[in-house]
């Protein structure tokens, strides 16, 4: 008998690994919490039964989260990631010479319990001198912290459950509100795929409020249809005509480079159409 | 009572989808042929298993299997498809106007039937003017035409089953022979992710062939690992560095455009490192 988890991407379609073991089962004030591991993608998370993370794919969800904007904007000091709680961002980030702090806004303790021990590589991350882990609302902390931050990335699980609200125009604004500048956002943006009618609202949200609104993909072969979009704002810079700063660690990257920054950006004529204003 | 099918694109990784017909199953002298009503991606056609074409997303595989060789290749007169019974890469190749005939040459007289059947805005293309289908081998196809196409495309299943000798050195030999001079060759080459080993061996074994050997990728939600690899083979030219063509029809194409074709040759850090020489 072997165990298997599925997540259910849409009613209709599903991803199924198989499981040697079951880790973690803890439901909180937010969401249920799991962690497994599995035989073909190591340790796993899952919040409210959605796929996170796995040991052996969460690198490109994290990379492109995170290096895209830092390597566009000119001097980004001053870095918030709101959710995230897994840690891989953080670890993106610090990398970068020009980043003084990371704050990580997560409001589930939960997740960072459950990630500190079993993806000990991420929350490494935690303990980095330019680190900073909060356990708090991003709404509220946004409110606290007007014109606070040079790039601010929002992490968020799918808008469901407790991170709907990450997804509300009067979030955006409060990003925005919160951003220096000359500043950038990064917010995760599903499947354009699967859930093009999310992406195309989340764009005519934002695009009131920055002057540039620009999609970009990832590769990641456990998320729903097999790819991810996010959705980078800024004021004036176009993020997909803008070459990126060359970055000294490159080479250690898995996913992010160069040619991927400029790739990424460039969009299939479905999508195209369904993101023209 | 749903009725859901499974691929399992590894021992330990599947895509189930939830199918509201069955239309058809039959096991013929090569393979056995499904045909299924599925509730999200229309319909569906497998093979041994796999899945093939679905209405919703076989743009992207066909589209792009065929339009970057087509759009860089000067004058692409003669075009030859190996497998593809189908008809989808039939139907992209006959909208370049410099091409001239398209043959197919398809080993399974079942999967032409079934898709006759069941996929018809698909083997539509079967009946256009340029295009020849023939019921044969592709191996001895090749030994009788040397030098007689300006394009192969090589859309074929899984290295496993009927299509394994298409994975083979011998069959790359055959393929480079049958070429014209300038010729350009594509081979579908599996998800990179999930089946770096196979891209790693195919590259090992064309480069001693082709002064140029460049994997593509694109995005497939029903693939394994949600993306897909093609491998684009030429003397001179180096098909990731030069511009493709504009393409007059490039405002009716749902997936390829000039951007894409450029983005789709930039390979993630892990990519680069598993092809590099």
Known sequence: MTDWFTEKQTPHLGLTLEVKRRLFDRTGPYQRVEVMETVEFG???VLDGCVMVTDRDEFVYHEMIAHP???????????????????????????????????????????????????????ASFHHPKAQVLVADGF??????????????????????????????????????????????????????????????MHQDLRPLFGQVALYLALIPTYPGGHWSFTLCADQVNPAQVLPRPLSFEDSLKYYNQGIHTAAFQLPGYLRRLLAP
Do not use: W
């Open 69 to 123: 904007a830092l390597a566009l904007h000119p001097n980004p000091e001053r870095v918030l990631i709101i959710g995230g709680g897994d840690g891989g961002s953080v670890r993106e980030a610090v990398k970068h010479e020009a980043v003084k702090s990371v704050t990580l806004v997560e409001i589930d303790q939960l997740v960072i319990d459950a990630c500190r021990e079993f993806f000990p590589a991420l929350t």
């Open 140 to 201: 509220a902390h946004l409110d606290d912290h007007p014109q606070a931050y040079d790039v601010i990335l929002v992490d968020s699980t799918d808008p469901v459950g407790p991170a709907e609200v990450l997804f509300s125009p009067a979030f955006f604004h409060k990003v925005r509100a919160s951003l220096r500048p000359g500043g950038f956002a990064v917010f995760q943006s599903e499947n354009p795929f699967l859930m093009g009618g999310i992406i195309r609202k």
């Open 43 to 45: 340790n796993l998370l």
